[in-house]
């Protein structure tokens, strides 16, 4: 009799083990989960958003600094505008107060000013003009109109 005592009290003792060390493991994965989705949080929203600045207007010195101070990189291109002095900003991409992930890339478009006559792009004198492009084509289009109405005579087509 006391041999199946001892053997019963070993086996409930074994049972007891078991499903505690197996409550343990479950607990342990449920904190790993946790922990690794808190993580993921943090990391996804630790850089942030930022506002764009509303920049049109001012000097595109001033410009660039807001926009380096708000975590955007900024990417300056140029424009002839007359109705903007030179140097100011005419636009921004994207526009102002849009909401924007940190460290994203800001396109400031500057005023070069009214565009001058050295600016003017004189056309190369060899090159054909519009006139001469057009009749180009129209003398092409009916050489081809002629060579498909050759063709149908010989086989014995009529396109007329």
Known sequence: MNSRQGASRAGSGNIAWTISRRLGMVIVLALA???????????????????????????????????????????????????????????T?????????????????????????????APDPSSPGRMQLARRFIIGAARGAASRAARGAARGLSFL
């Open 93 to 121: 991409r994207p526009g102002a107060n849009s909401s924007v992930k940190k460290d994203s890339v800001l396109t400031i478009v500057v005023s070069s000013g009214p565009q001058t006559k050295s600016q003017l792009v």
């Open 33 to 91: 989960f946790f922990l690794s989705a808190i993580v993921t949080i943090y990391t996804l929203f630790r850089s942030g958003d930022t506002h764009v600045p509303n920049v049109v207007g001012r000097p595109d010195v001033e410009a660039q600094k807001l926009a380096e101070q708000a975590g955007l990189r900024v990417k300056i291109q140029h424009r002839n505008d007359a109705s903007v002095p030179a140097n100011a900003v005419i636009e």
